[in-house]
């Protein structure tokens, strides 16, 4: 029996200061794990209108980002929750004004509508509490870097 | 939403605002006494970007990699348009070899063939067919989207192919590429790429004969490239021509255009000196040269035709949906074309043309999916920029999305403020601009004034 078809995708800005958490853990998680047929990972970086090209035939999506809850105490590891779960928090990207209006969370609207919503889809996330985390010209924070590890050493165990 | 104090029914202000993040942000106002439109003013209010100033001294061979972070949906355009001008800067635009010429053509089908269809099928066409987004529409309309969505990963992956990546991709380079692509990978690619050029021509029947398109006719002046050495629907070369005379070589493109800055929008509006707006892009592009599309294209162009039994000239840019799809089925036979053609002799022949610094200016449009992409650089010998100019398509278009309003508004005066920011944001996005993304979610406001108190604006 052939494994599960895993997909790992990354979205974000990584000169955008919290935005550059996603793309950090995809190119951490190469480094470490590497792909294989069954076992792929891409950052859609500032652009995830093209995550629909990736899901054809994947049996568990999981979505790495940083999430916005406004006014939210920072969780001390990063969030790693079902993407149907009610406590789910909106991406950083989840608005609908993302380029041309193709945002993940509208993309995956659109697979399900379509059928090709992955069985399994789990969100991997920074939890960040502000807007201005996301300031342009900004790295990665150091507090944000430490949650790196955590988010790929989750993502390697799959 | 609607705040109506003293109303009387003889004059009102529209305000559509917000169109917020993404490629652009702006936002529309309608100033209207009885259904005279007194203004119309399609604010794009993003702060300046100032690309132009920082690229003034950095090193030349930089410019493709960093002009194509402008626009996160048409990099091949900015890298296109900058190659070629910079190519005549540095004095090797008659040595690039027809072998780049055509990559760049292949290159540029990619980004045609991702960028129109996610335009006509997951924005566009909900708008037509009464949906509120491609989501909703899916229900209905699942195995169309389905076929839509096969064909744009297509074009992201024929960009890829090119260059290394579909998001912002770094191939393309100042003399050609930075390498050609292997034989096998091209033609393991072929058999998608007829499979999807059968798709999108049965894709582009189903909107002709499915869709009803609002009528809205005007006399535009159409501004698109004409090539004159091969013939080609021209994609990366060629003359600047219009249907009311202008010829000019790229070279003279500032004695013909100019830019005015405007008060309600922080992108400058371009206009044809002593006339006026023009407007650039698929229709434009379809009206000025149908004979030079590719066979295949022009077949079905002549059954499109007489299925919507409209000839062209097409004077109503809803019909855009369609020169979209028309341009699709040209880009994927072209591509289908190049790719069968190429072979080892290709993939071994040097990938550019090198140069040596010098000073001097170049200037080149190129036609991104939405219209003329129009630089000019001046360089030292250095290999610095000295100056850097850049003309996009969607301030080139501005001025007559402004009076497409203008008219429009007459007709939507006694909707209601939903359905006429709705017809609004349709006829907006006839155009694909840049801020299409955001037109989906404009907040509608209007007030109602005495007709004898000024008017003024107000809203979000």
């Known amino acids: 029996m052939a494994p599960p078809h895993i997909l790992v995708a990354s979205c974000g800005n990584p000169d955008a200061g919290a935005d550059a958490f996603g793309p950090a853990v995809t190119a951490a998680l190469r480094q470490k794990r590497g792909q294989t047929p069954f076992f792929k990972v891409i950052d859609l970086g500032i652009r995830p209108a093209a995550l629909l090209d990736h899901l054809e035939g994947v049996d568990e999506l999981i979505i790495v980002d940083a999430a916005l809850l406004p006014g939210r105490k920072p969780l001390p590891g990063v969030l790693d929750i079902d993407w149907d779960s009610p406590a789910r928090p909106p991406l950083a990207h989840d608005d609908p004004m993302s380029t041309h209006g193709l945002s993940i969370a509208h993309q995956l609207e659109l697979a399900r509508a379509l059928g090709l919503l992955p069985p399994r889809v789990r969100l991997i996330a920074a939890l960040i509490n502000s807007p201005a985390a996301f300031q342009p010209g900004q790295t990665l924070d150091p507090k944000l870097a430490a949650l790196v590890d955590e988010a790929v050493r989750r993502i390697a165990d799959v | ?460």
């Open chain 2, 1 to 460: 939403m609607s705040d109506k104090k003293n109303k009387t029914p003889e004059s009102r202000t529209i305000r559509v605002g917000a169109l917020a993040r993404v490629e652009g942000e702006g936002a529309l106002h309608l100033k209207m006494r009885d259904k005279v439109v007194e203004q119309v003013h399609l604010e794009i209010y993003e702060p300046p970007r100032f690309y132009e100033a920082f690229l003034r001294g950095r090193d030349l061979r930089e410019v493709p990699d960093i002009t194509a972070r402008i626009c996160g949906i048409c990099p091949i355009a900015y890298q296109m348009s900058s190659c070629y001008a910079l190519e005549k800067a540095v004095g090797i635009a008659d040595k690039i070899p027809a072998l780049t010429h055509k990559l760049r053509d292949l290159f540029y089908c990619g980004e045609w063939i991702e960028s129109h269809v996610l335009h006509m099928f997951m924005l566009h066409l909900p708008d037509f067919l009464g949906y509120e987004s491609a989501i909703t529409m899916a229900a209905d309309h699942g195995e169309t989207v389905k076929r839509a969505l096969r064909i744009k990963k297509l074009g992201n992956e024929l960009v890829a192919l090119l260059g290394a990546r579909s998001v912002h991709p770094v191939g393309a380079c100042v003399g050609g590429f930075y390498r050609h692509p292997e034989v096998s990978e091209v033609q393991h690619m072929l058999p998608e790429v007829k499979h999807c050029l059968g798709d999108m021509i049965e894709l582009t029947r189903f909107l002709a004969k499915a869709v009803e398109y609002p009528d809205l006719q005007r006399d535009y002046e159409f501004l698109a490239l004409r090539d004159t050495s091969g013939g080609t629907y021209s994609m990366n070369r060629g003359r600047i021509v219009s249907n009311r005379g202008l010829d000019m070589a790229q070279e003279e493109f500032l004695d013909y255009i100019e830019e005015r800055h405007v008060q309600h929008s922080t992108a400058l509006h371009a206009m044809v000196k002593g006339r006026g707006a023009y407007m650039v892009g698929p229709l434009a592009r379809l009206n000025l040269g149908p004979e030079r599309l590719h066979p295949t294209a022009q077949k079905l162009l002549e059954e499109i035709c007489a299925k919507i039994e409209t000839a062209l000239p097409w004077r109503n840019n809803f019909l855009s949906l369609l020169a979209r799809g028309v341009e699709t089925v040209h880009a994927l036979a072209l591509a289908a074309d190049i790719m069968e053609a190429y072979n080892l002799n290709d993939q071994r022949a040097a990938p550019r043309v090198s140069f040596t610094p010098r000073t001097g200016r170049g200037c080149h449009g190129t036609e991104a999916p939405r219209g003329i992409c129009w630089h000019a650089y001046t360089v030292k010998d250095d290999c610095s920029v000295d100056e850097a100019r850049i003309i996009p398509p969607t301030s080139q278009n501005q001025m007559t999305i402004e009076e497409d309003l203008r008219e429009l508004a007459r007709t939507v005066a006694d909707l209601p403020d939903e359905q006429a920011a709705l017809r609004c944001e349709h006829l907006i996005r006839n155009y694909d601009p840049c801020i299409s993304c955001s037109v989906h979610f404009l907040k509608f406001k209007r007030t109602w004034e005495d007709s004898d108190r000024p008017l003024h604006f107000s809203g979000a």
